[in-house]
């Protein structure tokens, strides 16, 4: 499996191809897999086949402010959403090579693309049209998105060309044990004071952290720190089927639940959106 992973990793057929070899592999998937897309609402595709995300097309996304955890090296769904809505990202991710991407990103600001989008999630700066954007438009912070404010361990993916980095170690069976590179952790609620963000004023999170969503959702979204219309989140767990990794998202599917969220759209992947439903 891994050596097809990596032969297909790199082109546009990887994800739907990851669907089809593990349909007929029969490895198991979640049933939140199988659930279709809500009707009537307005949905929108920004970013990359590989990096972009799917959301509802909201009247209160323009000139707002989001949160978005996880860049790696495929900034394509926040540049074209600070360009479409004129809106302010807050980036969240301290890999080393994520930072040095948005670095590249920050030296093109002003500039239109000079090149198309890669195949795969590592994408060229001067793929990003940031003609529009200026230093304002994207924000980087580099630390971890975790449930507490703490120094801990960030462990290098299974394969050392992927650039995820992850808290919980899911790709490794959840070791401790692994190599790992040590970070600075920040709460959104601690994020949001820091920043001078107002909650209210905050529509949208997108959450790809490697399995810390759900321990980021526990601690903030469910407890009343933030309660934004949409919430873009990927179950990276789902990647590798685990009865721990499937009974986490089930937990989490149902906390949101119980917290008037419904799951609105998915990829039947990994990539989910849910919408709040208490007006």
């Known amino acids: 499996m891994s050596f097809l992973k990596q032969a297909i990793s790199k082109t546009p057929l990887y994800k739907p191809a990851r669907k089809l070899y593990r349909k007929f592999q029969n490895i198991p998937r979640?049933?939140?897999?199988?659930?279709?897309?809500?009707?009537?609402?307005?949905?929108?595709?920004?970013?990359?086949?590989?990096?972009?995300?799917?959301?509802?097309?909201?009247?209160?996304?323009?000139?707002c402010t989001i949160i978005s955890a996880g860049l790696g090296e495929d900034a394509s769904f926040d540049v074209e959403f600070a360009d479409k809505y004129n809106a302010n990202v807050i980036i969240v991710d301290p890999t080393p090579r994520a930072i040095k991407h948005f670095r590249g990103i920050s030296q093109r600001l002003g500039r239109m693309r000079d090149c198309g989008y890669s195949p795969g999630g590592r994408q060229p700066t001067a793929a990003y049209d940031l003609s529009k954007l200026s230093a304002e438009s994207l924000t980087l912070v580099e630390k971890a998105l975790w449930s507490e404010s703490v120094k801990l361990k960030f462990f290098e993916p299974a394969d050392p060309q992927h650039v995820s980095h992850s808290i919980i170690n899911f790709q490794h069976e959840y070791s401790d044990t692994t190599s790992y590179l040590e970070v600075e952790a920040i709460t959104l609620a601690e994020l949001i004071i820091n920043l001078n963000l107002e909650p209210v004023n905050i529509p949208l999170i997108k959450l790809d952290i490697e399995g810390a969503e759900i321990e980021v959702l526990k601690h903030t979204i469910l407890t009343d720190v933030l309660k934004p219309r949409q919430i873009l989140v990927e179950f990276d767990e789902l990647n590798v089927p685990s009865k721990r990794g499937f009974e986490r998202v089930s937990t989490i599917h149902q906390l949101l639940t119980c917290s008037y969220y419904k799951m609105a759209w998915t990829n039947g992947q990994t990539n989910f959106l849910y919408l709040r439903t208490d007006g």
């Open 30 to 63: 979640h049933p939140l897999q199988e659930m279709h897309p809500i009707d009537g609402l307005n949905f929108v595709h920004l970013g990359t086949e590989y990096g972009g995300w799917t959301f509802v097309d909201d009247g209160d996304l323009i000139g």
